[in-house]
């Protein structure tokens, strides 16, 4: 079969595809000929080493297929079925802990750039109704993690404000969960294309960061001075004293991405003064995914995807999310 590995640290000109021999199934596992995996940010750092992982690693934690064989123990899924991953298959419920955060696929041991792979039955959800592999493939990450700020930390509610920040799949999978909740969106980015893509997509009100640098302030006028009460917190330190600045009292912000940077000075008299609070997500649960396909199926909720490429191409797909030109997810069809 055919696989995607990464033959050596430092770059994509060592993410490599090779030929293997397919893997034997084992107690409590499942066989699935994979159909597709979607690109993340935890991918790219990866393949380019930032993460380190042993030589010959198959990397891409997101994957989606239809089950080939079913192990003597396993009552929960049959041949035919179509399974989607879960990002952290230790994480059953509840809140996370170093046990439950531990067995990544694509970092911790290998993941989804296969054509086949075997994995245990538990680390495995069905796919919503009427969702194509591709379509079922961004959702362990970005999707669960949009779903577990707003619905599991933020608790948003019809008439809340959410502010989301570019148009990777994380934000645009928040935006679109909190249209289906009723909630007002504010969103940001730097391109005009782009912000007239979110228009399209249901958003509510736009902002060119670039145009406006005080964008906090513009979200805090744009809801009557009221604030919003969650933020997607993608850029992390560059861009948290603005999203603090937005805020309600009493505001939440789910603190997801480091895109502009790690270290800054923030308004801490303006945090604790407002009550706001901050949650690191680190996307979510077996139960909060179940819950999420749930909504998904009753919503009618459809992933905006970008772009998508052949595993033969996955050099080619990964340059492409580094050159930050999508709208939504990158998704390789496998």
Known sequence: MKVAAVTKAGGLEYLKIEDRGEPPIGAGELKVRIGASSLNFHDYAVVTGMIPVDLGRIPMS??????????PDVSDFKPGD??????????EAGEPDLPKLSGVPGDNRDG????IIVGPASAFTRIPRDYSFSEAATLPCAALTAWRALMTKARIKPGDWVLTQGTGGVSIFAIQF???AGAGVISTSSSEEKLEGLKNLGVDHVINYKENSKWGEEAKRITGGRGVDEVIEIGGAGTLGQSITACSIGGHISLIGI???LAAELPIAQLF???ITIDGITVGSKEEQEDMIRAIEINRIKPIISDAFKLDDIREAFAHQAAQKHFGKIVLEI
């Open 82 to 91: 179509g399974v989607v991953s879960l990002f952290f298959p230790k994480w």
């Open 112 to 115: 989804f750039g296969a054509e």
């Open 178 to 180: 909190a249209k289906a």
């Open 62 to 71: 997101d994957g989606a297929g239809e089950v080939i064989e079913v192990a």
């Open 259 to 261: 895109l502009a940077g």
């Open 273 to 275: 003064s407002q009550n």
